[in-house]
T-cell receptor, first 112, second 115 residues
């Protein structure tokens, strides 16, 4: 039973560029949440997808957008990258919006 | 906004000593979850508390949820070097509105265990 998988593992971009991160949820899960974890901080909620729609959103600008596909996998897109976007991006999947969330290993994004 | 505060930020203990981290929310929580993140790793779910005053145990770990459902604690008895990592609480605020599925994480407590 595969857990939550994320790709890529690491990514280096320059300011102004755009990035797409990918997440495949744990088998049987239908809800995907994305978090940003800056160094030394707790994960910050970006948004949550269920039934291919964004259901919840945290305090992140519109530069952060996402998508969920019919197979429940998800993408996180960040446009016009800033230095402050450098962080570990975590995907978590669950069965329903309020169930226990299982995290993937994350994508570490560095913006130079 | 909804905030979850966690203290202490750091805790250094000798192996065999006990450890406690505390979590407080600005508003009532519907439930609280605890996660452990090893250095270089990702958060791993430990437990979820739902009921007011609930206490749950996992071997040397004891988790408590306050009567008012605004605070929680994690206590580790007789720490071991394998306990090293950052412990996060994450609160889910009451159902309805825009907070339905959102988890608000505390800042975490970094535990170091000296052998």
């Amino acid at each position: 039973d595969a857990g939550v998988t994320q790709s890529p593992t690491h990514l280096i971009k320059t300011r102004g560029q755009q990035v797409t991160l990918r997440c495949s949820p744990k088998s049987g899960h239908d809800t995907v949440s994305w978090y940003q974890q800056a160094l030394g901080q707790g994960p910050q909620f970006i948004f949550q997808y269920y039934e291919e729609e964004e259901r919840q959103r945290g305090n992140f600008p519109d530069r952060f957008s996402g998508h969920q596909f019919p197979n429940y996998s998800s993408e996180l897109n960040v446009n016009a990258l800033l230095l402050g976007d450098s962080a570990l991006y975590l995907c978590a999947s669950s069965l329903g919006a309020r169930d226990i969330q299982y995290f993937g290993a994350g994508t570490r994004l560095s913006v130079l | 906004g909804q905030q979850v505060m966690q203290i202490p930020q750091y805790q250094h203990v000798q192996e065999g000593e006990d450890f406690t981290t505390y979590c407080n929310s600005s508003t009532t929580l519907s439930n609280i979850q605890w996660y452990k993140q090893r250095p270089g790793g990702h958060p791993v779910f430990l437990i979820q508390l739902v009921k007011s005053g609930e206490v749950k145990k996992q071997k040397r770990l004891t988790f408590q949820f306050g009567e008012a459902k605004k605070n929680s604690s994690l206590h580790i008895t007789a720490t071991q070097t394998t306990d090293v990592g950052t412990y996060f609480c994450a609160g889910r605020h009451n159902a309805g509105g825009t907070s339905y599925g959102k988890l608000t994480f505390g800042q975490g407590t970094i535990l170091t265990v000296h052998p």
